[in-house]
């Protein structure tokens, strides 16, 4: 009987510091997904970032060029009608 006790103790201790050790590798694996979180989320910011940067350029190219475009054509018919 005593046998048999130590040996369901013995079992239970390698159990106990197999469990040990899955939750130091889920602990790492729980690290390095935040990690990787982090960084995605500086991804996402950079990207965001960027394409704001670059709509505006657009937005002020285009601005540029109608506005632009549009006085010059009223240059060129107002002197076209002044003799």
Do not use: C
């Not at 970032?49 to 937005?59: D, G, L, M, Y």
């Amino acid at each position: 009987m005593v046998t048999a006790i130590a040996f369901l103790m013995v079992s239970y201790r390698e159990r106990l510091i197999d469990s040990e050790g899955e939750v130091a590798r889920l602990d790492g694996l729980v690290e390095r997904l935040v990690h990787s979180n982090v960084r995605y989320q500086e991804y996402a910011k950079m990207v965001e970032e960027a394409s704001t940067e670059n709509e505006r350029k657009r937005i002020i190219r285009d601005i540029h060029d109608i506005v632009g475009y549009t006085l010059t054509n009223n240059i060129t018919m107002m002197e076209a009608i002044t003799p």
